[in-house]
């Protein structure tokens, strides 16, 4: 079984949407293997979005990350990756498939209420970015 990184980003964390949130990747056939919910620091954020440094959006996406709670998740099932960014939806709200996490709760682009690893190897370094591995159990 596979095993994916997730965010449940401040804007959703602020609607009181966690639980449904979850409850949209476990209706799918995702299972929660870790889950811890942070304020994290403009250090720590810069650290995960290093890849974007120098994109004109950064600033703002630091800023936003930092200014509430999170939760951080790792999720685990059967082609996990993928089944979780088909479940988050398209990036910009307003383009989400109907019943997607971002579009039932997202407020734009920054602002989507998810965030889901990409590849299997971005998983692999996003979990291991936020979580040891002790914190991380596994079901299968």
């Known amino acids: 079984m596979e095993k994916t990184f997730s965010i449940i980003k401040p804007n959703a964390v602020s609607k009181n949407v966690v639980g449904k949130v979850i ?3 476990e209706e799918k056939g995702l299972r929660v293997a870790a889950i811890k919910m942070v304020h994290l ?15 004109p959006f950064f600033a703002s996406l630091v800023q936003f990350m930092t200014s509430g709670p999170v939760f951080l998740m790792c999720l685990e099932g059967e082609g996990a990756v993928a089944r979780n960014r088909e479940i988050m939806g398209a990036t910009d709200p307003a383009k989400a498939d ?16 998810v965030h889901g690893s990409d590849s299997s190897q971005s998983a692999e370094r996003e979990l291991a970015y936020f979580f040891e591995k002790s914190e991380i159990h596994s079901r299968f």
Do not use: P
């Open 41 to 55: 620091s403009r250090e720590k954020t810069e650290g995960f979005y290093i890849e974007h440094k120098d994109r």
């Open 23 to 25: 409850s949209c990747f």
């Open 98 to 113: 109907a019943g997607t996490v971002r579009k039932l709760f997202g407020e734009g682009i920054e602002a989507n209420a």
